[in-house]
């Protein structure tokens, strides 16, 4: 089954304690990205890779760093995550860059407290 | 840059239609129409690659005025299940090739009540 997985669906943490979210696609798609969705804000983009060892800042790089090293795989790492990055994230990814369809991950809600 | 969807809200009785509207400021590439449930992944409705275009989806289509720069999405004969955040997503024509994104609208809140 075509589908994108992100690991941990739920995630509580202290500020400053450096976190890792997991981000897998099967369907061998070029474009990842990365977002952040706050109440009011909409979807806003974090993190865009167009290939691999290709990536770029969204939106809202801020805090965040990520890596492409296998295509399928695109970790979003917070360092030091503060409480205004309590949010929910989703990865999704697609075949191209342009006019395709993004095949969202299920998504991690976050709290930094 | 960010497309403008109207309503912001909607109330429906069950069975009846909705329109929502996404406009924008810059000629757009493609537009592409999400449902979100709160608290879940957007949902893919469609995507409209060029202008006059017109898709449906069950009871739910779209179309895309590439000279208005704008696309709406019908929903007919509502059910309870219509319910949910609809949003808009939208490329613009770049000279540069390849560092296209889609830019997402605020979204339409659609409540379909019994």
């Known amino acids: 089954e075509a589908q994108v997985t992100q690991n941990p669906r739920y995630l509580i943490t202290v500020t400053g304690k450096k976190l890792t979210v997991t981000c897998s696609q099967n369907?061998?798609?070029?474009?990842m990205s990365w977002y952040r969705q706050d109440p009011g804000l909409g979807l806003r983009q974090i993190y865009y890779?167009?290939?691999?060892?290709?990536?770029d800042k969204g939106d809202v790089p801020e805090g965040y760093k990520v890596s492409r090293k296998e295509k399928r795989n695109f970790p979003l790492i917070l360092e030091s995550p503060s409480p205004n990055q309590t949010s929910l994230y989703f990865c999704?990814?697609?075949?191209?860059?342009?006019?395709?369809?993004?095949?969202f991950g299920p998504g991690t809600r976050l709290t930094v407290t | 840059q960010q497309p403008v969807q109207s309503p912001q809200a909607v109330i429906l009785r069950e069975g009846e239609d909705a329109v929502i509207n996404c406009s924008s400021s810059k000629a757009l590439y493609s537009v592409h129409w999400y449902r979100q449930k709160h608290g879940e992944a957007p949902v893919f409705l469609m995507i409209?690659?060029?202008g006059g275009e017109q898709k449906g989806h069950e009871k739910i289509s779209a179309s895309f005025n590439e000279k208005k720069q704008q696309s709406s999405l019908y929903l007919t004969a509502s059910q309870l299940s219509y319910s949910g955040t609809y949003f808009c997503g939208t490329e613009y024509y770049r000279r540069a090739g390849n560092n296209r994104k889609l830019i997402w609208g605020l979204g339409t809140s659609l409540a379909v009540n019994p």
């Open positions: 999704a990814s697609s075949l191209s860059v342009s006019r395709a369809k993004p095949y």
């Open positions: 369907m061998n798609h070029e474009y």
């Open positions: 890779s167009m290939n691999v060892e290709v990536t």
């Open positions: 409209l690659l060029k």
